[in-house]
Nanobody, 117 residues
Framework: QVQLVESGGGLVQAGGSLRLSCAASGRTFSTLAMGWFRRAPGKEREFVAAISWGGGGNYADSVKGRFTISRDNAKNTVYLQMNSLKPEDTAVYYC???????????WGKGTLVTVSS
């Protein structure tokens, strides 16, 4: 079992920045692939970014160049640095963990990010 707790969401103006954190417990963090997903109001959940146990990251086209995913294995934490935020980034952001990007079996409860125009 893996427990995930997100933090760092909030209200920010367009063009601003936020950093989300996800603290993991319950399993060797360094062996897990970690990811961020989001669900905007009235929309399906979508992939945002992921990072492998080795540190390689990949991103949705909509956030490339603006968001950066990173991990600190010593702190069992994954981060999502979000810059140049847009109103369309408004969503509940969820942290996920699993053996690989396609096998995210553990999910946090989410943190709300609201970007005002």
């Amino acid at each position: 079992q893996v427990q995930l707790v997100e933090s760092g969401g909030g209200l920010v103006q367009a063009g601003g920045s936020l950093r989300l954190s996800c603290a993991a417990s319950g399993r060797t963090f360094s062996t897990l692939a970690m990811g961020w997903f989001r669900r905007a109001p009235g929309k399906e959940r979508e992939f945002v970014a992921a990072i492998s146990w080795g540190g390689g990251g990949n991103y949705a086209d909509s956030v490339k160049g603006r968001f950066t995913i990173s991990r600190d294995n010593a702190k069992n934490t994954v981060y999502l640095q979000m810059n140049s935020l847009k109103p369309e980034d408004t969503a509940v952001y969820y942290c996920a963990a699993g053996a690989s990007l396609g096998r995210m079996g553990y999910w946090g409860k989410g943190t709300l990010v609201t970007v005002s125009s």
